[in-house]
C-alpha cells in the first residue's frame, strides 16, 4: 500500500448506529486531518492530529470522536448520527503543519438514512 | 475573515482549447497556495504548492501563478482526461492555526 489509504470507501448508517472510519498513512508524516465534504461545499477541517495530539477541534459535534494511536494510523468514530452527516469523509496527511502539502486519501462516501 | 473565491465555478472546453480558472485569496499571512484536481467519487490530488508571489510551477498541460492576491491556474491545449474539479486552498497566518481553507473548486469539461 502507498500513500494514504482509507476503509471503508462506502458505508451507510443508521442513526442509532456506531461505526468507525480508519485511515492509514504510508507516508512517514506527523500529521494527520480529517475533513468533511459536502455537495456544494468547500472541503471542512475537522480535527488535526500531530505526533498523535490533537492540535485542532474545528467545534465539531460530539457525535463524531476521533482517535490516534500513532502516526501512522488515524480513526474517525461515528454515533447517534445526523442525516445531514451524510458526506465525503476525507483524511489527508502531511509532513508538518505549518506550509507543507497534505495528502488525501479516497475518501469515505457515508450516508446516514 | 480568510477566504478563498475560484472562479468560474463551471468551465466547459474543446480539446485544445487553452483557458485560465482563478482563484482570488484574502487571509492575514499566506503560508503556502495549493492546487488539487479532484475527480468524482475521489480524494483531491495534489498538483502544486506556491508560496510567494511571483512563483510559478508546470506539469505537463498545467501552469500555476501566484500574485499577492490571486493565482492562476492556466491550461494548455486541454485534453478530455483533464475533465475534473479543480480546488485551490491557502493556508493562512500561524493566528488561524494549521487549517487549509479551500475554495469550492472549478469544474473543468473538456470534450473531444
Known amino acids: 500500500e502507498t500513500g494514504v489509504t482509507q476503509t471503508p470507501r462506502h458505508l451507510v448508517m443508521g442513526m442509532t448506529n456506531k461505526k468507525s472510519l480508519k485511515c492509514e498513512q504510508h507516508l512517514g508524516h506527523n500529521a494527520m486531518y480529517w475533513y468533511k465534504q459536502s455537495a456544494k461545499k468547500p472541503l471542512e477541517l475537522m480535527f488535526v492530529?500531530?505526533?498523535?495530539?490533537?492540535?485542532e477541534n474545528n467545534s465539531v459535534p460530539s457525535r463524531f470522536s476521533p482517535e490516534c494511536p500513532n502516526s501512522s494510523h488515524l480513526f474517525l468514530h461515528l454515533h447517534t448520527l445526523q442525516p445531514e452527516d451524510s458526506a465525503l469523509y476525507l483524511c489527508?496527511?502531511?509532513?508538518?503543519?505549518?506550509?507543507?502539502?497534505?495528502?488525501f486519501g479516497p475518501g469515505t462516501r457515508l450516508t446516514v438514512l | 475573515e480568510d477566504q478563498v473565491t475560484q472562479s468560474p465555478e463551471a468551465l466547459r472546453l474543446q480539446e485544445g482549447e487553452s483557458s485560465s480558472l482563478n482563484c482570488s485569496y484574502t487571509?492575514?499571512?499566506?503560508?503556502?497556495l495549493f492546487w488539487y484536481r479532484q475527480d468524482p467519487g475521489k480524494g483531491p490530488e495534489f498538483l502544486f504548492t506556491l508560496y510567494s508571489a511571483g512563483e510559478e510551477k508546470e506539469k505537463e498541460r498545467l501552469k500555476a501563478t501566484l500574485t499577492k492576491k490571486e493565482s492562476f491556474l492556466h491550461i494548455t491545449a486541454p485534453k478530455p482526461e483533464d475533465s475534473a474539479t479543480y480546488l485551490c486552498a491557502v493556508q493562512a497566518g500561524a493566528q488561524a492555526g494549521t487549517a487549509l481553507i479551500f475554495g469550492k473548486g472549478t469544474t473543468l469539461s473538456v470534450s473531444s
Open positions: 487571509v492575514s499571512g499566506l503560508r503556502g
Open positions: 492530529y500531530n505526533f498523535k495530539e490533537q492540535t
Open positions: 489527508a496527511s502531511s509532513p508538518g503543519l505549518a506550509g507543507v502539502t497534505q495528502y
